[in-house]
């Protein structure tokens, strides 16, 4: 017995599987919606005001001694005080660079206070040297 295979003499079929195309297409397009505006939104950074060059701010020199005494600009300041003086520093156009001093045995909590009455005030211009910086 011989059995006969039915196969067809038309021509093969050519198709294209489209789903990974479209499955790429919907990806791209929630790309697109997530980054659209972003891109659309604009994003404006405040620039420094153009200070003149001949105004040159001066610069205030406050130290922590050891034993957590301050002074500024070799002057003794008490504790209680420290906090008016970073305000009226503040508020001085241009504002002075404040160069905290720090003694190498002072404690870490008196620089910590210093640097938080500081930011308090709202003093921009920072630097600190350590004593054997002079």
């Known amino acids: 017995m011989s059995f006969a295979l039915a196969r067809s ?3 093969p079929e050519a198709t294209i599987n489209v789903t990974p195309l479209i499955d790429v297409m919907l990806a791209l397009v929630v790309v697109f919606m997530i980054a ?3 891109l659309v939104k604009r994003l404006t950074l ?3 005001a153009s200070r003149g060059t001949d105004a040159v701010a001066e610069t205030v020199h406050l130290a922590i001694g050891a034993d957590g005494a301050l002074t500024w600009n070799d002057q003794v300041l008490l504790p209680q005080l420290l906090r008016e003086q970073l305000r009226v520093l503040a508020r001085k156009e241009p504002q ?3 160069r905290i001093e720090v003694a190498s045995s002072a404690s870490y909590q008196s620089f910590a206070s210093v640097l938080a009455d500081a930011k308090v005030a709202k003093v921009e211009r920072i630097s600190v040297l350590d004593a054997s910086a002079r």
């Open 46 to 48: 405040p620039l420094a």
């Open 96 to 98: 002075p660079e404040l």
């Open 9 to 11: 003499h038309a021509a």
């Open 36 to 38: 659209a505006p972003i």
